[in-house]
């Protein structure tokens, strides 16, 4: 171990905190390090490669969100970022590694075709989510209607992240495809998936119907 390395684990040691850790792991997150504070260490460290893979290879929650702050997308190859994927473990990890490095990353296409193939369903819901991304954005080239086509005859049954991901993407393409919103709306409507998840007073529903309609009157 470096000295640098030790000396960033024992400041992220320090910023442990307990009360923020339980409520991480409520969500499935095992660290405890208020992240405003975690971003200003990377922002004093900069970018660091070498740290970053240090950082990487603890498996410690906290250090590998670090790592991601401290590497440069254009330091991965798309076999890195899909190793990386493969490994993260926690959401918050491979949330941000998506934010972080694949989205900016010129690989992030190939990935998002690559891993909407992927037999893991955690693999699949990054692919449905760069794909989400683009239906908002980057249409061109995505055929729209086949997407939702494939959304309706799996989103129900999918596991969690895969399902939260491919109705993102459902509802993307209902906000910024006029002509495919009322078919968005109904698919919605006909599957109630999220449709009862708890939504905290001026927050946006997650199901998508509503998260259409909501959008749609914010354009």
């Known amino acids: 171990m470096t000295s640098l390395l030790a ?36 922002k004093r460290l900069k970018a660091q490669p070498a740290l970053a893979s240090e950082l990487w290879a603890t498996e410690d929650t906290s250090a590998r969100l670090l790592a991601i702050l401290v590497s440069r997308p254009r330091d991965y190859s798309a076999d890195d970022l899909d190793a990386l994927l493969r490994d993260a473990r926690t959401p918050k990890v491979h949330d941000w590694l998506l934010a972080n490095l694949v989205k900016k990353s010129r690989y992030s296409e190939e990935l998002r075709v690559r891993w909407m193939a992927d037999d893991d369903p955690v693999v699949a819901s990054a692919g449905w989510h760069l794909t989400s991304v683009r239906a908002a954005k980057k249409p061109h080239g995505l055929d729209l209607a086949a997407l939702l086509d494939v959304i309706e005859a799996q989103m129900k049954d999918a596991p969690d992240r895969l399902q939260w991901s491919m109705n993102e993407t459902l509802a993307q393409i209902g906000i910024a495809h006029p002509d495919l919103r009322t078919r968005a709306v109904g698919i919605g409507e006909r599957l109630g998936v999220l449709k009862d998840y708890p939504t905290p007073p001026n927050c946006t529903s997650p199901y998508a119907p509503d998260w259409i309609a909501e959008m749609v009157r914010r354009q």
């Open 7 to 42: 000396d960033v684990l024992a400041e992220l040691a320090a910023l442990d905190d307990p009360k923020i850790r339980a409520v991480n792991e409520r969500h499935g997150d095992d660290h405890g390090v208020n992240l405003t504070k975690l971003r200003a260490v990377a």
